[in-house]
């Protein structure tokens, strides 16, 4: 497998690499950062709902979405990315996600601890110190014949951006959530003292990967990949892309007399479910769900939601719904089960 360092790119493109990869049916480990910071919003996610767009807008700061699962997150130069690509017919490959979420923890886990944290693997997707607090949050998903999983070793973290790009309602919440995140996320430089160089950090998670994965061969970056990143920088960046969850419900919600429309969030093992739906007598009329969960097939949430119109708004009947949509799809949801959801549907 072949292991491209690349330093610091532009903002996007820092996301965008490992997209051209997976697509073009490559496999590869990529240590990047990104040379300006950008804001990266997850696949299931409705980006009108999670980031504060004007206050991006205004700082000159990108908004993306990526083809990763996941909450929104805050990117800078003060974090490696590790991403990998491998292709299913990987005869290393791990058949169920939860497994491939241990091989890819396990390296950063790894790099931590030889840098001095005493970091641990708590699944479905995060690393954390023994106390509790978050070092790296793991996103995966599955692009053309690749599964691609992305992680990083947070040197610094800029809080108050983090806390500035989210979409709030009311600069009190704003002022919770900025607490919230110096109180459970964590960088080696708050847990050390030290902000260890790039080279070594990346000498580390290379080290580390290579032990599970097989050997690594440093490679420059092929002009092909990079057209191809280029050339998928105008999709990702593009309003349709960015908007595509708000798109496919939201303003074409159509209500029949009577009917009502609720919103509402649960909280999986897996992550933060948010469910809005159109009810009428009772019956689940149009539904849109997000969140920052991991769901492969990816592409089969759309199927998810058109399996629940027309079933009875009751706790009982969606989740025996959404029980023979996972078998009909082979879906893997690690953190989220049917009966999570339909606790999203029905309240819970």
Do not use: W
Request: proline residues 4%.
């Amino acid at each position: 497998m072949r292991l491209y360092r690349l330093g610091k790119l532009p903002g996007q493109q820092s996301m965008l690499i490992f997209h051209a990869l997976a697509r073009m049916g490559r496999e590869g480990l990529i240590l990047v950062s990104p040379a300006e910071p950008i804001v990266s919003i997850g696949y299931f996610q409705d980006a009108r709902k999670v980031a504060d767009l004007e206050y991006c807008r205004a700082r000159g700061i990108s908004v993306m979405r990526r083809e990763i699962g996941g909450g929104t997150t805050f990117l800078d130069e003060n974090q490696i990315f590790f991403q990998l690509v491998m292709r299913r017919d990987n005869p290393a490959f791990p058949r169920k996600i939860a497994a491939l979420y241990e091989l890819v923890a396990g390296p950063c886990v790894d790099t931590y601890r030889d840098l001095g944290v005493d970091a641990v693997f708590r699944p479905v997707n995060d690393v954390i110190t023994r106390d509790g607090r978050k070092v790296s949050g793991l996103g995966g998903a599955d692009i053309g014949e690749c599964m691609v999983f992305v992680g990083n070793i947070i040197l610094d973290f800029d809080y108050r951006s983090m806390a500035s790009i989210l979409k709030v309602p009311s600069e009190k919440f704003r002022d919770k959530v900025y607490k919230s995140l110096e109180e459970n996320l964590t960088t080696l430089l708050r847990e050390t003292g030290k902000r260890p160089p790039r080279r070594e950090v990346e000498d580390l998670l290379a080290k580390r990967f290579a032990a599970r994965v097989g050997p690594l061969e440093e490679a420059p970056l092929e002009a092909e990949v990079l057209k191809a990143a280029c050339e998928l920088e105008k999709e990702f960046m593009s309003d349709e892309f960015l908007f595509k969850k708000g798109k496919v419900h939201g303003d074409h919600i159509k209500i029949a007399e009577g009917a009502s429309v609720l919103e509402q969030n649960y909280k999986a093992l897996g992550g933060l479910i948010t469910v809005t739906c159109a009810v009428s007598n009772g019956t689940i009329r149009d539904i849109s769900v997000s969140g920052d969960f991991t769901f492969y097939p990816r592409e089969r949430l759309g199927n998810l939601e058109e399996a629940l119109v027309g079933v009875k708004r009751e706790a009982a009947e969606v989740e025996q719904a959404l029980r023979r949509f996972y078998e009909d799809f082979g879906i893997d949801s690690p953190g989220v089960t049917p009966a999570d959801f339909a606790k999203a549907v029905c309240g819970g």
